[in-house]
């Protein structure tokens, strides 16, 4: 079975948010009410004079050990094949717990007037019929297809590689066991598959 | 990093864990009372009554906080998550404590009808063991007082309790995801649980409790001191985050005026002074300090969990 992974370099990131425009038509995220599935943050490093700014792109993390997936009550969070953390709209009651459980961010409430809004805008092939909790699949439906994930095949510096951590000849692979890309916040214990290259602690601005 | 103030549960969720903590703790209370202080059938009805109500508004409350409330039959099929065990124990809660109940209903000293040699038909006959069913359940529950309390104990417990546990499963909201959280929200239940029923005891003149619940809430309310001061010490280092959330409650007025003094040291020295001076105080105030002092605990317990709310503060690593 195939383990996802994606690798971030955030020292080739430009912040130009290619990524988010696509994972938003891609996958009918409510980008008019600036809620994304995968977002630029930007962070500024070090001191006066050494100082630096830095681009992080952020997701869903696909953690092996998800706090999403464990406050669930429902069970609507799950883990598809490939370690793909999912939501099943039809299942998920939206509490939010999953929300409060997520140290990334990676969540959001998709409320019933998105609903309304997309269907204006994406017509009737709409991804979203119900109110629910929402966040990045990896761009499962892709995958299937033998393809990337949307966010992935557009970034125009390729801060972004996607592969499976199983095979050792990927890049994925090669650069997480190379220790190169490394994941946020190992010390939570929920064994994130998102790694960084060149991420360096610093202050949101 | 970036600190970000959660925003996804607001004041039903903190509404519904004031609630929860308060209707299991007190029916608990009562249950404890009756089973192990001296039977009290006012008591536990008052009680249980009021419990119910708490915690049917409370659940209201949460369903009223879904995206979709219907879904919410879905919230038994994932046992890793708090709020299935919290279902769980509200169920049980509600199951049991409706059969304690229904021991103290008050029912007529016979049930109707004519004496057994009266009856001709078999379908009179038959009516009359219909109508004599309150009675005989009656009967059976009686026999069976010890174990339903102590299930009401229990749940009544494990309901305080998991309103801390469902908020203290977040990793990435250091204030929350720490062990004194859900000590302190069940002391707390406790502690407004019993202030809670003192008006009561104090209406109904319950001499045989001997300030029983007043001597258990001074020792609740001085433990949630001693809770909140091992968190502040334990926050002066370790994750920026927790800092940062008690920083933001230590600078917010209604926390330290509305929580601090006014729902923990005023009713503290007012149920102290009540204890020591009780008996000699005029009528007038005999009634309304220990009805105030209730007031201003059940306002501090609902105050804290407001502001606990408020300050879940995310640690994100951007």
């Given at each position: 079975?195939a383990r ?6 955030v020292e080739?990131?430009?912040?130009c948010?290619?990524?988010v425009?696509a994972?938003s038509?891609?996958n009918?995220v409510?980008?008019w009410?600036?809620?994304?599935r995968?977002h ?8 006066y004079p050494d100082?630096?700014r ?14 999403c ?7 609507a969070?799950?883990?598809a094949e490939g370690?793909?953390?999912k ?6 009651m939206?509490?939010g ?5 997520c140290?990334?961010d ?9 609903i309304?809004?997309a269907?204006g805008?994406?017509?009737e092939d709409?991804?979203?019929w119900?109110?629910h909790v929402?966040?990045?699949?990896f761009?499962e ?7 990337e ?10 801060a972004?590689?996607?592969g ?13 066991n190379?220790g190169?890309?490394?994941p ?9 598959k ?6 360096k602690?610093?202050e949101?601005? | 990093?970036?600190l970000v103030?959660?925003?996804?549960w607001?004041w039903?969720?903190y ?10 703790a007190c ?5 404890l ?6 039977q009290d059938r006012?008591l ?9 109500i708490f915690?049917?508004i409370?659940t ?22 708090w709020?299935?065990w919290g279902?769980?124990?509200i169920?049980?809660y509600?199951v049991?404590g ?5 021991i103290?209903?008050?029912?007529p000293a016979?049930?109707?009808g ?5 009856r ?5 006959r038959?009516?009359?063991?219909l109508?004599?069913l309150?009675?005989?359940?009656q009967?059976w529950?009686?026999?069976r ?6 299930l ?11 309103t ?7 990793p ?5 995801h ?6 302190l ?9 019993a202030?809670y ?7 109904w ?24 001061g091992?968190y ?9 985050g927790g ?5 933001y409650?230590?600078g917010?007025l ?5 929580f ?6 005023v009713?503290l ?11 000699r ?7 309304t300090?220990?009805l ?6 059940l306002f501090?317990?609902?105050l ?8 879940g503060?995310?640690?994100?690593p951007?």
């Amino acid at each position: 079975m195939a383990r996802y992974a994606m690798v971030l370099n955030v020292e080739t990131c430009l912040g130009c948010e290619a990524c988010v425009a696509a994972c938003s038509i891609e996958n009918q995220v409510p980008y008019w009410a600036a809620r994304y599935r995968t977002h630029i943050e930007e962070h500024v490093y070090g001191k006066y004079p050494d100082v630096g700014r830095q681009f992080i792109p952020r997701l869903c993390m696909h953690c092996e050990n998800p706090p999403c997936h464990t406050v669930c009550p429902t069970g609507a969070t799950y883990i598809a094949e490939g370690g793909i953390v999912k939501v099943n709209q039809d299942l998920c009651m939206g509490c939010g717990y999953c929300i409060i459980a997520c140290p990334y961010d990676a969540r959001y409430r998709y409320e019933r007037e998105y609903i309304k809004e997309a269907h204006g805008i994406f017509g009737e092939d709409i991804a979203h019929w119900v109110p629910h909790v929402d966040k990045c699949d990896f761009c499962e439906h892709r995958i299937r297809q033998g393809l990337e994930p949307a966010c992935v095949e557009t970034c125009p510096t390729d801060a972004r590689i996607f592969g499976d951590l199983d095979d050792p000849k990927s890049e994925v692979a090669k650069l997480v066991n190379s220790g190169k890309a490394k994941p946020l916040r190992p010390d939570l214990g929920t064994k994130p598959k998102v790694f960084y290259i060149g991420y360096k602690e610093g202050e949101q601005r | 990093m970036s600190l970000v103030h959660q925003t996804v549960w607001g004041w039903p969720i903190y509404s519904y864990l004031f609630l929860g903590g308060l209707g299991g703790a007190c029916f608990a209370l009562a249950a404890l009372i009756d089973l192990y202080l001296k039977q009290d059938r006012r008591l536990i009805l008052a009680a249980g009554l009021s419990g119910f109500i708490f915690l049917t508004i409370g659940t209201a409350f949460l369903l009223y906080d879904l995206l979709q409330p219907l879904k919410a039959i879905f919230a038994f099929l994932h046992p890793t998550s708090w709020i299935f065990w919290g279902i769980i124990f509200i169920l049980a809660y509600f199951v049991f404590g409706l059969l304690y109940l229904l021991i103290y209903v008050p029912l007529p000293a016979n049930p109707p009808g004519l004496p057994d040699e009266e009856r001709r038909t078999k379908l009179e006959r038959g009516m009359a063991r219909l109508l004599r069913l309150p009675w005989e359940l009656q009967r059976w529950l009686k026999g069976r007082r010890r174990p339903l309390g102590l299930l009401v104990i229990i749940f009544g417990f494990a309901i305080a309790i998991y309103t801390g546990l469902l908020v203290s499963a977040a990793p990435g909201i250091p204030f929350w995801h720490t062990p004194v959280l859900p000590l302190l929200f069940l002391v707390s239940a406790f502690s407004t649980g019993a202030a809670y029923l003192i008006p009561f005891t104090q209406l109904w003149r319950e001499e045989h409790l001997e300030g029983w619940l007043e001597r258990l809430d001074v020792v609740l309310i001085l433990f949630e001191l001693i809770i909140l001061g091992l968190y502040i010490n334990y926050t002066v280092y370790g994750p920026v985050g927790g800092r940062a959330s008690i920083n933001y409650l230590l600078g917010n007025l209604g926390f330290v005026l509305g929580f601090l003094i006014f729902g923990l040291f005023v009713p503290l020295l007012l149920e102290f002074y009540s204890l020591l001076r009780g008996h000699r105080m005029r009528r007038l105030f005999r009634y309304t300090l220990p009805l105030l002092s209730s007031l201003l605990v059940l306002f501090g317990g609902f105050l804290l969990r407001l502001y606990v709310l408020y300050a879940g503060i995310y640690e994100f690593p951007w």
